[in-house]
């Protein structure tokens, strides 16, 4: 019933386009935090101290109702929920990944080139993949949950906003269209899209 009508479609794709787009910023975030430590002490001690816990101890609900008092009931409140949520997870994957690099291949890599941004695209990121994927992938699965609690307060959009009008007239029915409509989502890209992905990338990186 959800599906047949232009309406559920359009809270669907709303929901997905911010989950997409505040993990992605996120994620941007979150690798860059995670390799600065190979480059600088101060960095290091920054993100470790300072950065990491700061993001990683505070519960998403905090970063929604912040976000919600700045800018009130928009598309921002939710996308910049999400992506404070899921910087904690790239920092700690790509920094373990940093640590586990083939330091041998970085110093081969060197005597041909100390373009330190070529050696980084070339070398470094794709050494990184492993850890990178793992991490966009949990942090997919968070930022659906972070998402509803950002569309529930702080949207007038989205599936979250669409549960909570569910709620509000006291519609269950649509409560349970809604709550299995994410589960299929969620399953549908960890399933058909991610795995995908994976199995992709490694037959290629065995080549």
């Not at 709303?14 to 910023?25: C, N």
């Amino acid at each position: 019933m959800l599906l047949s009508s232009e309406s559920g479609w359009y809270h669907i794709g709303v929901t997905t386009y911010r989950v997409l787009f505040g993990t992605f910023f996120g994620s941007c975030l979150g690798i860059m935090f995670g390799i600065l430590p190979r480059y600088s002490r101060r960095a290091e001690y920054a993100i470790s101290s300072v950065v990491y816990p700061l993001f990683e101890s505070i519960p998403a609900i905090c970063w929604v109702l912040v976000f919600v008092v700045w800018f009130g009931m928009s598309n921002k409140t939710p996308i910049l929920a999400i992506s404070a949520a899921v910087i904690p997870f790239f920092i700690i994957n790509i920094w373990e990944g940093v640590k586990e690099l083939d330091e041998n291949l970085v110093e081969m890599a060197m005597t041909y080139t100390r373009n330190r941004l070529r050696i980084l695209q070339k070398i470094i990121l794709p050494m990184l993949y492993p850890y990178a994927f793992s991490a966009f992938k949990t942090a997919f699965e968070i930022a659906w949950k972070v998402v509803i609690l950002g569309e529930v307060f702080g949207a007038a959009s989205g599936i979250g906003y669409m549960l909570w009008v569910s709620y509000e007239v006291y519609a269950i029915e649509n409560v349970f269209a809604w709550t299995l409509c994410c589960a299929i989502i969620i399953i549908l890209f960890d399933y058909g899209i991610f795995n995908s992905i994976d199995r992709r990338y490694m037959r290629r990186w065995k080549r």
